[in-house]
């Protein structure tokens, strides 16, 4: 697994990638160590844009 951290110019652009991450599937420890954040702050932002306290976000293609 790779430990590299992503750098982004601001904030807007990290919650971004790490958003489409949740859609695709990605574990919450994999994108913690991907991007160099918490669980907490992947759980808080999930919330903030989804209106959701969840784990993984999915979207149905319906």
Same mark, same amino acid.
């Given at each position: 697994m790779n #430990?590299?951290?992503i #750098?982004?110019?601001n904030e807007r652009e990290l919650?971004?990638? !790490?958003?489409k991450e949740k859609v695709k599937g990605t574990p919450d420890l994999e994108i913690g160590q991907k991007y160099g954040v918490t669980f907490?702050? !992947?759980e808080k932002l999930i919330t903030?844009?989804?209106g959701l306290n969840i784990s993984s976000l999915k979207i149905s293609n319906w």
């Open positions: #430990n590299r951290k #750098n982004f110019k919650q971004e990638a !790490i958003l907490r702050y !992947i903030q844009s989804q």
